[in-house]
């Protein structure tokens, strides 16, 4: 009602505005500038809530709260658009960003770089941890993300420059050995679920940040399957190993975010170890079915070049 009410007044507005001859000046009306469209979003919502707050709907203050903050709104939104136009030419005219911008595989090698050096810095975390309290839990957290930063490593010492540079037989064996790494990641990933299931073991994120988390878990999960099927189209088998490593590590995200959910909301549940166990192994079957298809798609090209060159 409040929606129907809001575009009512400012297609009303609109319609004053042209019979006023005023449409003429609509960039001015569109872009008042940054003093302006502040000025009238903290009007709105002010005018906004104090019709909610003191039950003044069928009132004119409550029009003209309608009216203001639609208009608001608008500016608001176009002055958005305006601003990301802004930056995103800004960045294009900056060298390093532009290149990231446009080189696909500048872009990879330096989302691996950094993701490398949080790895590290994960792995270190955890490793003191399980020194420090004896923990197997920590330790099975630490050689994994160990593991990872092996992955990750190999790939960014194998990943091309450019496009024009590559060599896919070449690529294909550090495309092989990530897909033999992620095997043995897989039984690292085994461990911890043994833990979580059998030792009541756990992720903890305090507070609000598990539903940080839980939207940060999301996010790679699609992202990384998008990228999948995008850099599908380069033909090189290290940005598509780099792509399975950012969806394997999603898949681990999204299995720590379901235990932590568990752990903190689920109470005392009677099906929650079922639950985790089912959600380990569903993760666990997929990296493993990722790993396998990547040593044998490897395999089967790198025997077929060989007999052609034999021939």
Not at 108 to 123: C, D, I, K, P, Q
């Amino acid at each position: 009602m409040v929606w129907y009410r809001t575009i009512t007044a400012a297609a009303a507005l609109w319609r004053c505005i042209a019979m006023t001859g005023v449409r003429s000046n609509w960039k001015k009306l569109l872009y008042p500038g940054l003093l302006w469209v502040l000025s009238l979003d903290v009007l709105g919502g002010v005018l906004l809530f104090l019709t909610f707050a003191r039950g003044l709907e069928d009132t004119p203050l409550a029009y003209a709260a309608y009216v203001l903050s639609a208009y608001a709104l608008t500016v608001t939104v176009a002055g958005a658009v305006l601003a990301g136009k802004s930056i995103r030419r800004k960045l294009y005219a900056t060298p390093i960003t532009s290149r990231y911008l446009t080189d696909a595989f500048f872009r990879v090698r330096t989302g691996l770089r950094v993701s490398l050096l949080v790895s590290l810095f994960y792995a270190g975390f955890r490793l003191v941890s399980a020194v420090i309290g004896s923990s197997f839990w920590e330790g099975a957290l630490a050689f994994y993300y160990i593991l990872l930063c092996g992955v990750r490593w190999n790939l960014i010492r194998q990943a091309p420059a450019s496009g024009g540079g590559t060599d896919r037989r070449r690529e294909l064996r550090p495309y092989r050995t990530t897909g033999v790494l992620l095997m043995i990641l897989d039984i690292a990933l085994g461990g911890i679920a043994v833990q979580i299931v059998r030792k009541g073991q756990s992720y903890d994120y305090p507070g609000s940040l598990i539903f940080a988390m839980g939207f940060y878990a999301f996010y790679c999960l699609i992202l990384s399957g998008v990228n999948m099927v995008k850099y599908r189209k380069f033909r090189s088998p290290v940005l598509s190993a780099a792509k399975a490593v950012n969806l394997t590590t999603a898949l681990v995200a999204m299995f720590s975010l379901e235990t932590a959910m568990v752990n903190r909301f689920g109470g005392e549940m009677e099906s929650r170890e079922f639950m985790t166990a089912m959600t380990a192994l569903l993760v666990c079957v997929l990296v493993l079915a990722i790993a396998i298809s990547m040593v044998v798609r490897a395999g089967r090209i790198l025997k077929s070049d060989q007999q052609e060159d034999r021939r």
